[in-house]
Structure formats: structure tokens, C-alpha cells
């Protein structure tokens, strides 16, 4: 069946890091007791934790930021270790699970990130991007410019990244940047690969900007490009657009609730539904069973098969269907399992 690696493991290998032990004193001759404290007083929210996400939220934990939310749909997987902090121990845990357990101050929500699952994001300072598509970002764009929020783009791939600060109403925002989702399907590490020292590099840049937004510095409208192959660093001027539709004329479609449809890097097809449900596992499992189906329940996610095709449901109502060849196929599972 698919997800066989999938597996939960009680009992945490690591023990938490306990941030209360640490010693945070060579950061004073820079940022000052003052400035520290504003730190331990700071949320972050980190949208995403693989390769970058999982170092973001690494280099925020050994900053002292106060409280980190993170949000992540995702498994550890094997061919994550050499990318990530994960260990073979995390192999087959929700990405957030795995960051609970090490860290004693980060809130994991094992959720994707889309406009009904915004709210989320309410108790953060400031948001960092750890994710691998650009509709996320267009949504973490649209709910910092409607919440007044900074946030921080980062992207990474082969062996080369950017990364850009947005502070609504005085930077450039994600939008002046890419006005439209991109026709095609653009490279993804899955595809074009990565080197393993690229993401926590990039990770480092954006959690240094962040750490100077968070302490009141002022930070430039530019995204920063960085090559870690020839070692070409260039920093580019990124004006606000005067008719950027989202920071100036305020049309923050990315936040209108609809069904979203995408086709994972496996070939599966994820059905996100408008609204956040909460799925009765148990009285799922009753039908299940009632029509001959065996399954897999745990307290995350339902698993089975239906004639030709392999359905994981998890509890906020996301659907990853694998075997059909086209979105209908999908939707007609969604619809039948789920209602809409």
C-alpha cells in the first residue's frame, strides 16, 4: 500500500533540547541584553520544514526566539536526512512531530497551509518561508499584507538561492516580484536536485534578516542571490510596484477560500477542501468497514484502498489520492468519501 513507511514512534531517541539551559551571552556585544530579551519575547512562524524549514527553525531555537509556530503536511522521509535535521529516527514521522520532540518551544501544526488554515499564522511577529511552491508563498504574501506582518521569501535549488524581506507598506512584496502563478510547472529539487549545504545556507541568511526586523533594524527592498558554485553573491533593488494588485490596490485573491488541486511530486493528487473540516475518524472507519475496506487509522491520518486507487484522508478533511490519472478521478473520491 502506499505510505508503508509511514510509522509513529512514542517514545522520542532524542531528548528536547531545553532552551532555558542555554547561554545566550556572546550574542549581548551585538544585540545586547535588551536585545535578547526582545527575542525570547518574539513568535516566528516557519511555514514548511523540510530542507529549509527544518534549519530556520533550528537557527531560531539557538537565537532564543521566544516561541516557534511551525506548519508542515509532510512525512520525514529517507532522502530528506542529507537536506535536513532530521535523523533516521524521525524517518516516517509528520515533519512537525519530529521538531516537537527536539524542541521544547515549537507549536507543530501538521496542516497545509492554505487561505482556511491562515489563522494559524495570528500569533506570529514574523513568518519565514520554508516552503517549495510559489501558491503558498502568493497565500503567505496575501495574509501578511492583510495582518500587516513581515515575512521573509527564501528559495533554494541546485546549488544557488534568493531570499527577499517583504514588510508590508515600506518593502516590495512577493507579489512585485511574481504577479501570476507560473503557467508551467517550474524545477524543483525533486527534479533539478540540491546540495545539501544550500539549504541551512540560505536558512542562516533569512533567519539573520529576520533577527534584524524583529529588533526594529531597518532591512532594504532587495533580493539577495547567492551561488554557491561560483560564489556570486549580488544584491538586487526590488521597488514596490506602483500597480502591484496586491500590496497597493489591496486584491488579495490568494486568501479567497476554494478547493485547491495539485499534483504532488510522486504523481498523487492532493484535494484540499475550501473550509478546514474535522473528520470523525471512528465513524469513517465504520463505513469503511461496513463496505469491506481495510484500513489504516491513526491519530493523524486514515489509509486504504479503493479498487485502483490509494487514499490517505487526514483530519482537516486533505486528501492524497495516488493510481488515477486526472484531477476528476481524483475529485470523484473526494466526493465520495467526503462529500462536495
Not at 30 to 49: D, F
Amino acid at each position: 500500500m502506499i505510505f508503508e513507511k509511514i510509522k509513529f514512534i512514542k517514545i522520542p531517541s532524542n531528548p528536547p533540547l531545553v532552551r532555558e539551559m542555554m547561554d545566550f551571552s556572546r550574542h549581548f556585544p551585538i544585540i545586547g541584553m535588551e536585545g535578547q530579551r526582545k527575542l525570547g519575547e518574539s513568535t516566528v512562524a516557519v511555514v514548511g520544514a523540510g530542507a529549509l524549514g527544518s534549519w530556520e527553525v533550528y537557527f531560531l531555537y539557538k537565537l532564543g526566539i521566544g516561541k516557534i509556530i511551525v506548519i508542515d503536511r509532510d512525512f520525514v522521509d529517507e532522502s530528506d536526512l542529507p537536506r535536513t535535521i532530521y535523523t533516521k529516527e524521525d524517518v516516517g514521522k509528520p515533519k512537525v512531530e519530529a521538531l516537537k520532540e527536539r524542541f521544547d518551544n515549537v507549536v507543530g501544526y501538521f496542516e497545509d497551509l492554505n487561505p482556511s488554515t491562515v489563522n494559524l499564522l495570528d500569533e506570529a511577529d514574523l513568518i519565514l518561508d520554508g516552503t517549495d511552491n510559489i501558491y503558498t508563498r502568493q497565500v503567505i504574501n496575501d495574509y501578511a499584507i492583510k495582518m500587516n506582518k513581515p515575512w521573509i521569501y527564501v528559495g533554494v535549488l541546485s546549488t544557488y538561492g534568493d531570499v527577499m524581506p517583504i514588510i508590508p507598506g515600506k518593502t516590495a512584496c512577493f507579489r512585485c516580484l511574481m504577479p501570476k502563478l507560473p503557467s508551467r510547472p517550474m524545477p524543483t529539487c525533486a527534479v533539478a536536485g540540491i546540495m545539501s549545504y544550500v539549504p541551512p545556507f540560505a536558512a542562516s541568511l533569512a533567519v539573520s534578516l529576520a533577527t534584524k526586523i524583529l529588533l526594529g533594524e531597518e532591512v532594504r527592498s532587495e533580493l539577495i542571490f547567492f551561488d554557491t558554485k561560483t560564489l556570486e553573491f549580488e544584491k538586487i533593488e526590488m521597488p514596490r510596484k506602483e500597480d502591484c494588485p496586491a500590496c497597493v490596490r489591496k486584491e488579495l485573491i490568494f486568501l479567497k477560500k476554494q478547493i485547491r488541486i495539485e499534483r504532488l511530486c510522486d504523481g498523487s493528487i492532493q484535494i484540499t477542501p475550501p473550509e478546514r473540516m474535522d473528520i470523525d475518524f471512528d465513524e469513517l472507519a465504520k463505513r469503511l468497514k461496513a463496505l469491506g475496506i481495510e484500513y489504516i487509522k491513526t491519530s493523524q491520518f486514515i489509509q486504504f484502498e479503493d479498487d485502483y486507487a490509494e487514499i490517505l484522508i487526514f483530519q482537516g478533511g486533505r486528501m492524497v489520492v495516488r493510481g488515477v490519472e486526472n484531477e476528476k478521478e481524483a475529485k470523484n473520491f473526494f466526493a465520495r468519501y467526503l462529500g462536495g
